[in-house]
């Protein structure tokens, strides 16, 4: 069982940067690829990025490729995102979530565990 927990949205203006975390319950984190997912008010959830268990391997939706970078710390049993240069478009409830293998990263239904999910909202 792994319980997860997001922090760091909020309220920020176009062009500007946050940093969402997301913290892991449980001695198993290293062994699990973690993934980001948002959903937009009447929208479905759709896939952000991925990282694999050692974060040597990552996935990005094209719309935030190149402003985007997920990344973990397996010591601290915690997986982020840091965004840059958010766009009105981005804003959403950003969830983490948690999978034991790594096939078909961007299809939800596929992960195993996820978190209650943290507000980013982006105003023009």
């Known amino acids: 069982q792994v319980q997860l927990v997001e922090s760091g949205g909020g309220l920020v203006q176009a062009g500007d940067s946050l940093r969402l975390s997301c913290a892991a319950s449980g001695r198993t984190f290293s062994t699990y690829a973690m993934g980001w997912f948002r959903q937009a008010p009447g929208k479905e959830r759709e896939f952000v990025a991925y990282i694999n268990w050692s974060g040597g391997s990552t996935y990005y939706a094209d719309s935030v490729k190149g402003r985007f970078t997920i990344s973990r710390d397996n010591a601290k049993n915690t997986v982020y995102l840091l965004m840059n240069s958010l766009k009105p478009e981005d804003t959403a409830v950003y969830h983490c979530?948690?999978?034991?293998?790594?096939?078909?990263?961007?299809?939800?239904?596929?992960?195993?565990?996820w978190g209650q999910g943290t507000q980013v909202t982006v105003s023009s």
């Open positions: 979530a948690a999978k034991r293998d790594t096939i078909a990263v961007v299809i939800r239904a596929l992960y195993d565990y």
